[in-house]
């Protein structure tokens, strides 16, 4: 099953069709599972106090990407305005998100910094897609 293929099928999409926000809104799927998988496993951390902030950024990171890949998948109506903005606020929260489990050494810190930079920078190219054809 694919999310890009389920936007390309949608019938107010036809031509307008591009995989740079398909892209964008799969790693953003991924991304919302994956940073809030890291959260949680933050929590479990013997120094679960140091990571209060981490938590919080990731908790954040994965909301804005579940809003972002929400938003960007409905095609109907095509709200460009509203998914730039959530593109916006998702490709911050990610970069916060970013910064702070970079200070951790942990596998699923690590991971978690992966996902982010993905989220990122497709969020950023489908953007900046959506600019060059405003």
Request: aromatic content about 2%.
């Amino acid at each position: 099953m694919s999310i890009k293929e389920m936007i390309r099928e949608h019938p107010h999409v036809g031509d307008d069709y591009t995989d740079t926000l398909g892209n964008a809104v799969k790693h953003a799927m991924y991304g919302a599972a994956i940073i809030n998988s890291c959260a949680d496993a933050c929590l479990a951390e013997a120094n679960v106090s140091e990571r209060l902030e981490c938590i919080r950024r990731c908790m954040d990171a994965s909301d804005a990407c579940t809003a972002f890949y929400r938003i960007g998948s409905r095609r109907t109506g095509g709200n460009v305005t509203a998914i730039k903005a959530m593109a916006m606020a998702t490709i911050v929260a990610c970069e916060q998100c970013l910064e702070h489990c970079s200070m951790h050494d942990d596998a699923h810190c690590k991971r978690c910094s992966r996902m982010c930079e993905e989220v990122i920078r497709d969020v950023k190219a489908a953007l900046e897609e959506m600019k060059a054809h405003a």
